[in-house]
């Protein structure tokens, strides 16, 4: 990993999110240039010694490291597009959301422009930014990472590095964020089940959050029969038949104490496909085959 050598840095956007960042630049003494279509924005920046830079161009042409962070790709490229040659250089990390088509169709602009390209991922909201939980995913050119490494660290201790494929920040992004509204939804469902009862929330949390543990070695079992490829799926915990059935128990619960059918009736659909398809004897792991196949839905 390179040395932070507290080199220039510009941020490109300062919404929240942007101001954050640039804030946790400047804290580690890196002179940091901002902009922003309305400049007003940087006042707070200013203060704590960031330079506003009267253009986009400028601002980019005062630091190797240019970290982007707007609305849509769509903005970043109203921004950068007429700039013409002040990209050649330098490394653009574009911490913008969007999709791993988007990623991977603006390394090859940035590329055009002679620039190296790291496409990021965002887990974390404004005030755990420079925080040792922020979790922040890169992909994209292997020696821009390397070469400002420790300076992207300071946005977040969990900042990893995914890959030379500029779409895998995106799609690590999106992937955990399915596990989390597939657990939220679960625990909200839950907790109706249980105030159905009058039992609180609170007094179910301890439950659901203890459960996860176990929920993560299933998880840890299926994640090695998944990457084996083998389609065994040995059922070392439960079969997927028994599982079914325990999901025909939440389904006719749910509906006894009046709550909302459709999550359970949902993952009961889908789990009687893969019955279907002839994996009743394996794990869980075996509804890999469904989700790998769009046909199948």
Known sequence: MAGNDRSPVTVIGLGLMGQALAAAFLRAGHPTTVWNRTPEKAADLVREGAVLAP???EAVTAGELVVVCLT???AMHEVLDPLDGALSGRVLANLTSGSSEQARETETWASERGAAYLDGA???VPAMIGGDEAVLFYSGSASAF???EATLRLLGGRTTYVGEDPGLAVLYDVALLGVMWGTLNSFVHGA???KSAGIDATAF???ATSWLDAVKLFA???A????AGDAEYPANDAKLSTHFASIEHLLHESETQGVSTELPAFVHALVKRALDKGHGDNSYAAMIELFQDPKAS
Do not use: F, R, S
Request: aromatic share 12%; no cysteine.
């Open 122 to 124: 965002i887990m974390a």
């Open 192 to 194: 109706a089940l249980l």
């Open 72 to 74: 849509t790709y769509d």
């Open 55 to 57: 253009t986009a161009a």
């Open 220 to 222: 840890t079992d299926y």
């Open 146 to 148: 390397e070469k400002h």
């Open 205 to 207: 949390l301890p439950w």
């Open 224 to 227: 090695g029969q998944i990457d």
